[in-house]
């Protein structure tokens, strides 16, 4: 019998530059995200901030605590540290976007937290 569900495309990270910092302790990390065209990164944080830049495609940015940001090629954002979001491809390219993020040497780069839960 053959399963009939097909695998959705993954988030992929592909590491640009990773450089410590000019303040001791902390590390520049650069990457290109990808995210196909009906898929999420997922819900996550970062230890400290992420600036990005949408490369191509179109991306609504959801957060726990806030209205969600609608993204579009050329759009710069700002994530604050450790703030839970989830970057959604609404668009029907696969989204490309450069981030780059400044963390703690000892830090991981990305914390996963599942969905919410939602009520019946």
């Known amino acids: ?14 590491s640009l530059q990773d450089a410590s910092s000019p303040v001791q302790g902390w590390r520049i990390r650069q990457t290109l995200v990808e995210i196909p065209a009906g898929t999420s990164s ?17 991306v609504s940015m959801e957060f726990d605590d806030r209205p969600p940001l609608e993204l579009h090629a050329g759009s710069p954002f700002l994530i604050p540290p450790n703030t839970i979001h989830n970057a959604v491809n609404v668009g029907s390219v ?10 703690e040497e000892d830090a991981p780069l990305v914390t996963t937290y599942p969905a919410p839960e939602r009520p019946e």
């Open 42 to 58: 997922g819900r996550h944080s970062h230890p400290g901030p992420e600036v990005g830049y949408i490369i191509r495609g179109d």
């Open 94 to 103: 696969t989204t490309r976007m450069l981030s780059t993020y400044f963390v």
């Open 1 to 14: 019998m053959t399963d009939s569900r097909e695998a959705r495309p993954a988030l992929t990270r592909v």
